[in-house]
């Protein structure tokens, strides 16, 4: 007999929950996942995949454009709005799919309810009226856009939530935020045929960012007639009787669109999970408080993912569920590993981007060597596409070691992810020099700068 129900509930069937269900009843632990709404989380039902569907989707204009230098002719091109959420929807709905036959196969019961924590080891399943007690409790119930309450008519405003899911595509957006959402979207909605104004309140978008990064797509996105406003935030909101929005900004510009998207940052789900029933502390945010190994205050309750407001990415919340599980169920206390972190963009032109940007860097070493290269990829000289590529390796001088690596232009997702293991297995310049080029690419580049273009010496570019 024992003492629990389970050895493990986990609340939130998203990316982290799902993984740590899965493996720990593949272990034959006796797990529960309650999910209240699709299994999936964020990144399949509202958030990566769609997106990458829909980027996909708004690059199509581009392709027939620069088919005509190939020697193609294209016919009038024709968008249909309701095909694409419908075929992106069946394609969710097989993802989701997936993720519960994953948890059934490996022998975790799958609650679908809201659950609440009633005290350490105790968890109210809303739908159905009932409690049970678990060893372990994991929260991961990641978390939501930040709905702005303080912006007077914010109620008019959609989020990311809701573009997936819009009746009809509007004639015009706004696009309040410089952040990953901000811009990924403004792209999006640009490339299906959107008048689209991105407004960000600093001075340059994709704060995080190496600098080039920044400016290299801020630049690719205004060619391509996306108006981008800095400096500048929304102030109020007002709704025409024709339904357009009157969007009052405080440069004391007003813009009149048919939408507003606020991509203003992700607000961890934490209210009304029984966290204070529980003693389980929470942060500046609502966060849910951990120390290294994802553990919360109360020692049998651990929490991964979104929720915890540490990086908001997919697959950061899978690995914190593996170090979860290593550290619970394997013996071998493991902590989430959170340096270079290969990610991407899916802007138009992508970023791809691993290790630290070269102001970072600039900060932390003495001396750094960036070997950075612009150029017009091969594709666009016969489409005749102006927009440039650039590649930026950013060199500790001292060791050689090359700690950031950043890429601007087609697939530079893709590169990223293989850049990524070259500066996680923190490999020196000379060895990219050593790496024979794979011939006629762009990410050839990477292996030719032999010369820095320039040195940055104490902060200072010499
Ligand atoms: P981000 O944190 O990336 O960006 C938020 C943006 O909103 C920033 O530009 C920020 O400005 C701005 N902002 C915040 N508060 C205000 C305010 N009160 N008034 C005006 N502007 C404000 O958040 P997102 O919502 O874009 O994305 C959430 C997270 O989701 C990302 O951090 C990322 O980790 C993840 N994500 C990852 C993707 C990927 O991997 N491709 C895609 C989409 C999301 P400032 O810069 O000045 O702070």
């Not at 959609?158 to 309040?176: D, R, V, W």
């Not at 640009?190 to 340059?204: A, F, N, P, Q, S």
Request: glycine share 10%; proline share 3%.
């Amino acid at each position: 007999m024992t003492e629990f129900d389970y050895d493990l509930f986990v609340i939130g069937g998203g990316s982290g929950g799902v993984r740590a269900g899965r493996l720990a009843a593949g272990m034959g632990k006796r797990v529960a996942i309650a999910e209240e709404y699709r299994f999936g989380g964020t990144c399949v039902i509202r958030g990566c995949v769609p997106k990458k569907l829909f980027v996909y989707a708004s690059q199509f204009p581009e392709h027939f454009e620069d088919a005509a230098g190939y020697g193609w002719s294209v016919g009038e091109a024709k968008f249909d709005w309701p095909t694409l959420i419908a075929n992106k929807d069946r394609e969710i709905a097989r993802l989701e799919g997936l993720y519960r036959l994953g948890l059934e196969k490996a022998g975790a019961e799958i609650i679908e309810s809201r659950a609440v924590l009633l005290d350490r080891h105790t968890v109210r399943i809303v739908k159905e009226d009932r409690t049970v007690t678990a060893r372990t409790i994991l929260i991961a119930t990641g978390g939501r856009p930040t709905p702005h309450p303080a912006l007077p008519g914010h109620e008019h405003a959609i989020t990311s939530n809701e573009a997936f899911h819009l009746e009809k595509l509007p004639g015009s957006i706004a696009i309040a935020g410089g952040g990953y959402i901000a811009v990924e979207f403004a792209n999006i909605f640009h490339g299906l045929g959107v008048e689209t104004t991105l407004v960000y309140r600093g001075k340059e978008i994709l704060g995080r960012f190496d600098m080039d990064m920044r400016r290299g797509v801020h630049k690719a996105m205004v060619d391509k007639g996306i108006r981008i406003i800095c400096h500048a935030v929304a102030h109020n909101i007002g709704k025409r009787a024709d339904g357009k929005l009157e969007i009052a900004l405080s440069n004391d510009e007003t813009l009149t669109v048919d939408q507003l998207m606020l991509a203003l940052g992700r607000t961890p789900n934490t209210e009304g999970l029984g966290l204070e029933q529980a003693g389980v502390e929470t942060g500046t945010v609502g966060e849910i408080v951990v120390d290294d190994y994802s553990r919360t205050n109360v020692d049998n309750i651990y929490a991964i993912g979104d929720v915890t407001n540490r990086v908001q990415l997919t697959p950061v919340a899978i690995h914190e569920a593996m170090c979860f599980i290593d550290t619970v169920f394997r013996d071998k206390p493991t902590t989430p590993d959170f340096d270079a972190i290969a990610t991407a963009v899916f802007s138009q032109p992508e970023i791809g981007t691993v290790g630290l940007s070269e102001e970072d860097a600039a900060k932390r070493f003495d001396e750094l060597e960036i070997y950075r290269a612009e150029f017009r990829p091969m594709r666009h000289t016969l489409s005749g596409r102006q927009e440039k590529m650039i590649m930026k390796l950013v060199v500790d001088a001292a060791t050689r070691r090359v700690v950031g690596a950043h890429i601007l232009g087609v697939d530079a997702g893709e590169m990223a992810q293989l850049l990524g293991i070259a500066v996680k297995a923190q490999l020196t310049k000379d060895a990219f020099d050593a790496t024979m080029a794979v011939h006629p690419t762009a990410a050839e580049e990477l292996v030719t700068m032999y010369q820095p273009t320039y040195r940055v010496k104490n902060g200072e570019r010499v």
